[in-house]
């Protein structure tokens, strides 16, 4: 089975930055696609961006372009988003997600990621 684990959430003022991390379980995390979705209170979980099993493909909600980086360290089976210019309207709950299906360089819907984390809070205030 495959476990991941958020971390890095947290408070953070507008403007301000913020490193999101997921450790993975296993040696088998170089064969999983992951990715990043964010779910605000009464609204619908989100994609955020997501990265195919080598690190050579991302993907990106127009949201975040350019603000967010999505990146992975197989060696250390660990997944980051580098979080720049948070703005209010960031303020959700943050999932990591790992689907093992393969033919796509990355997946950007919830229903392909049979993995999630329980989620870290990022609170970014104005």
């Known amino acids: 089975q495959v476990q991941l684990i958020e971390s890095g959430g947290g408070l953070v003022q507008a403007g301000g930055s913020l490193r999101l991390s997921c450790a993975a379980s296993?040696?088998?995390?170089?064969?999983?696609?992951m990715g990043w979705f964010r779910q605000a209170p009464g609204k619908e979980r989100l994609f955020v961006a997501a990265?195919?099993?080598?690190?050579?493909?991302?993907g990106y909600s127009d949201f975040v372009k350019g603000r967010f980086t999505i990146s992975r360290d197989n060696a250390k089976n660990t997944l980051y988003l580098q979080m720049n210019s948070l703005k209010p309207e960031d303020t959700a709950v943050y999932y990591c997600a790992a689907t093992p299906i393969i033919g796509r360089p990355y997946y950007t819907e919830s229903g392909d990621y049979p993995y999630w984390g329980q989620g870290t809070q990022v609170t970014v205030s104005s």
């Open positions: 296993g040696r088998t995390f170089s064969d999983h696609d």
């Open positions: 990265i195919s099993w080598n690190g050579a493909d991302t």
